[in-house]
């Protein structure tokens, strides 16, 4: 069966970024890191020996990292959801992954970390409260979302109820 993983080019941050990313993750681990060699150098650019690439897994899904230079940037038509199943794990989440990031880009659970990659951290019961057959509920949760960055539960519980 085909695997998809994802490929994350950063400028030349690729082994810090992913030493980020699975300090958060308590499913995480850092696979092979293959380095850029003198063949291609013309092209590339990069010194040989540096850092060509990090494979490395978050709760299950592998990623690479790549440091291709500075040609491209990430942006929010690409971003990561965080399902967390308490406030606890939103607070946590958040918190991890915002730290040096962008905080004007911050809003309805959707961050951007310090190196420029967006992530949703929201509750799993997002989609449900969201849905349903009452549009009034989801009306309510939804311009109570509107006004959040980081998500808070109760409140979209409590709007969803009515309150």
């Known amino acids: ?6 490929c994350l080019w950063f400028d030349d941050q690729a082994e810090e970024a ?4 699975v300090s958060i993750f308590e499913d995480a681990r850092i696979g092979a890191v293959s380095h850029y060699a ?3 150098q013309d092209i590339h650019g990069k010194p040989p020996g540096s850092v ?6 978050l709760a299950g899904q592998p990623f690479l990292a790549l440091n291709g230079g500075p040609a491209f940037r990430f942006n929010q038509a690409v971003s990561f959801q965080v399902v967390c199943e308490s406030q606890q794990e939103i ?3 958040w918190e991890k992954l915002s ?3 962008d905080d004007a880009a911050q809003q309805c659970g959707w961050l951007k970390d310090r190196f420029g990659l967006s992530w949703q951290v929201v509750p799993a019961e997002l989609s449900d409260l969201l849905g349903g057959p009452e549009p009034a509920r989801a009306q309510r949760v939804m311009a109570a979302l509107l006004l959040m960055k980081k998500l808070d539960l109760d409140a979209l519980r409590q709007a969803h109820a009515g309150g």
Not at 18 to 21: G, I, K, L, N
């Open 91 to 93: 607070d946590t989440y």
């Open 18 to 21: 992913a030493q980020f990313y």
């Open 99 to 101: 730290a040096g990031g």
């Open 1 to 6: 069966m085909p695997h998809i993983t994802p």
């Open 52 to 57: 060509m690439t990090v494979s490395f897994e």
């Open 38 to 40: 003198e063949a291609g």
